[in-house]
């Protein structure tokens, strides 16, 4: 397992941009993919967006397509999730995730494909 540490949440109002920020305490992070989940209040958790561990390929839940973007940084060991055109539906916890993969493809959207995850950072969009 991986240890990871999300921050970069915060307060915003619609509109506006924030980027989440998931560091990872694996020297061997180009090995996992990571993902992207958020559990809206009273809501269950669901996914948000995966990246491939070479950061070639890209996936995102239909609601966020064209707002949000994953990018990673191996050297770095980070992944991100920069959020744009935020929405009050996008108020929720947001958490990353990350499981071992070689796989070139990044079409991990369950929480069960996981195995570590961070503890969660909270965004919350005013209307």
């Known amino acids: 397992q991986v240890q990871l540490v999300e921050s970069g949440g915060g307060l915003v109002q619609a509109g506006g941009s924030l980027r989440l920020s998931c560091a990872a305490s694996e020297r061997r992070f180009e090995n996992f993919a990571m993902g992207w989940f958020r559990q809206p209040p009273g809501k269950a958790r669901e996914f948000v967006a995966a990246?491939?561990?070479?950061?070639?390929?890209?996936s995102y839940a239909d609601s966020v397509k064209g707002r949000f973007t994953i990018s990673r940084d191996n050297a770095q060991i980070t992944v991100y999730l920069q959020m744009n055109s935020l929405k009050p539906e996008d108020t929720a916890v947001y958490y990353c995730?990350?499981?071992?993969?070689?796989?070139?493809?990044?079409?991990?959207?369950?929480?069960?494909?996981?195995?570590?995850w961070g503890q969660g950072t909270q965004v919350t969009v005013s209307s």
């Open positions: 990246i491939s561990w070479s950061g070639g390929s890209t």
């Open positions: 995730a990350a499981r071992p993969s070689y796989y070139s493809g990044s079409d991990y959207y369950e929480e069960t494909d996981y195995g570590s």
